[in-house]
């Protein structure tokens, strides 16, 4: 028994002993317990900033060692979008004139002598208010004004509402540059300007700013945004001296060629084509930095029986036609076409009519047809004209909206002074019982439908028909020659000149007592300008606006 407890003291100082050279060794290996130097996270003193318009106050306790405090606004909830950082030694910051109805997350952080004791972060967020109300004056861009590489901006002038400069901002790249200047005395008396060096096909943000304000986020106007013109990188850029006519058959027929395929036709090029039968939508896109392209035409497009296209799409291009008894376009197949669009197109020479459909039954589908800052003159002249649009597939037409903004229809009756010889109207709906949303707005008609009654949708029950801003230059026919039961009619700001003898009546309109000779500049050689600019034509903004001084 004697032997077992004195066993039990020796292996009891040997455990002993070992324990202390263990806590010995300890004193230098890399898991001795090292003192807390870093700093307490800062503690908010109040539940939620205070915000005040657009400024946001944050408050916190004092934490003890702290040298200075780190404040960070963030965009996202990530706090990866760092929007602006500050740096003091306060327990308290205002971060003032900061953008309005914003989203702003926020932390903060108490910062060591030496970096590498500092706190974690605290988190608080906050939403700025909105923006106080202002004046909204500067206007949307009108594609008319924009080329590759220069957008002119307009807005309204008044003493209330000063301008001194203006901003154009890339909207989806930090690497393009964005362009800013002081505007000149007369960009400010006009209310426009043009801006250069855009970058072709990009999206911009445009602000006009009043600089005499204190606060940065006061100074701007409304925004708008815009597009340059210009091919994208999947564009087919189709240069001076290609055969286009070849290029767009190859394709018609090429299955790997997708719908949408859009053609940029280089500036002053000049193209001779042979329209065929289209079995899918394109594109033709005519370069702005110089002349808009030519397009040669000697017969007219027609769709395939049976297709189902997405859009087809005519931009900035002069087309003429070379056949006597010819067309844009004239079909007499079924098909459907989801978008039709012309914008800033010149069309001459067509003598028979522009857009046809014939084929008795054979049904037709426009989802809409969109027509803006286009031409029509010298048409027209054949003995047997068909008119602008003649819809004839025996009330098998659908038509679901048609809209035509700022263009002009005059001189109908080409090569000949048979002014019978015209193009007839501007819409003939036929016997089509499918009702349309029909629109005319800011359109000029000189020397046009001479006689003729301009618009007929006698079968289309509960249609939409807007006529407004319309300037009637011409000894045409009825504007109306007959009209679906329960339609809807809108009409305002209509103007008529002497040479409408049916009076302004029937469209709500206003004579001007004035014969076109005297309203226009040189109307006999096509130059439709506005010769007094306090005719109530210029103060009203009425016809296309492109005459207007």
């Not at 404040?71 to 309005?100: A, C, F, G, R």
Request: aromatic share 12%; net charge neutral; charged share 20%.
């Amino acid at each position: 028994m004697k032997n077992s407890k004195k066993l039990i003291y020796i292996l009891s100082l040997i455990g002993l002993i070992v324990f202390g050279e263990i806590l010995k060794s300890c004193d230098n290996d890399e898991f001795r317990y090292k003192p807390v130097e870093d700093l307490f996270q800062p503690k908010f003193v109040l539940a939620a900033p205070l915000v005040k318009s657009n400024s946001i106050a944050v408050v916190w306790y004092k934490v003890n060692d702290a040298a200075s405090y780190t404040v960070e606004l963030h965009l996202d909830n990530y706090y990866k979008s760092l929007y602006k950082s500050y740096t003091t030694t306060d327990t308290q910051i205002l971060m003032d004139d900061i953008p309005y109805k914003t989203q702003f997350y926020i932390r903060v952080r108490s910062n060591h002598v030496n970096g590498a004791h500092n706190s974690q972060w605290a988190y608080t967020n906050a939403l700025t208010e909105d923006r106080p109300p202002f004046d909204p004056i500067l206007n949307a861009v009108e594609r008319v004004n924009i080329t590759e590489t220069d957008v002119t901006v307009t807005w309204a002038v008044s003493s209330k509402n000063p301008v001194d400069s203006i901003s154009v901002q890339p909207a989806q790249s930090l690497e393009l540059p964005a362009i800013g200047r002081k505007l000149t005395a007369d960009e400010i008396s006009k209310g426009e300007a043009t801006v250069t060096g855009l970058e072709k096909n990009t999206l911009y943000n445009l602000n006009i700013f009043d600089n005499i304000k204190p606060r940065r986020y006061d100074k701007p106007y409304n925004q708008v945004s815009f597009r340059s013109a210009g091919p994208s990188a999947s564009t087919i850029i189709v240069a001076k001296g290609d055969d286009l006519d070849a290029i767009l058959r190859t394709n018609n027929d090429d299955p790997t060629i997708p719908e949408g395929t859009e053609y940029f036709l280089e500036a002053g090029s000049l193209f001779k084509i042979t329209p065929f039968t289209i079995s899918k939508g394109f594109k033709l896109t005519g370069g702005t930095q110089g002349e808009r392209p030519q397009i040669e035409m000697n017969g007219n497009w027609n769709i395939a029986e049976g297709s189902y296209l997405s859009s087809l799409a005519f931009e900035n291009i002069r087309f003429y036609q070379t056949i006597d008894a010819s067309y844009f376009f004239n079909s007499g197949t079924a098909w459907k076409i989801d978008q039709i669009t012309f914008y800033n197109c010149v069309f001459n020479y067509f003598k028979r009519g522009f857009w046809r459909h014939q084929g008795n039954g054979k049904y037709k589908e426009i989802g809409n047809f969109d027509m803006s800052y286009c031409t029509f003159d010298q048409v027209g002249g054949h003995t047997g004209p068909y008119g602008t649009f003649a819809f004839g597939s025996a009330g098998a037409d659908n038509v679901k909206k048609a809209v035509f903004s700022n263009c002009t229809f005059m001189r109908d009756y080409y090569q000949t002074t048979d002014q019978n010889r015209n193009f007839k109207n501007l819409w003939d709906y036929g016997t089509s019982a499918y009702p349309i949303h029909l629109e005319y707005q800011n359109i000029t008609i000189y020397d046009y439908a001479y006689n003729r009654a301009l618009i007929n949708i006698p079968s289309a029950v509960g249609s939409t028909l807007i006529f407004k801003n319309v300037l009637l230059a011409s000894a045409c026919g009825k504007v109306i020659q007959a009209i679906g039961a329960n339609t809807t009619s809108t009409y305002g700001n209509n103007y008529t000149t002497t040479n409408y003898l049916l009076g302004a009546s029937a469209i709500q309109g206003t004579e001007l007592g004035v014969s076109a000779q005297n309203l226009f500049v040189d109307p006999a050689n096509g130059n439709l300008m506005i010769k007094d600019s306090n005719s109530p034509i210029v103060t009203n903004r009425v016809g296309d606006t492109r005459w207007l001084p």
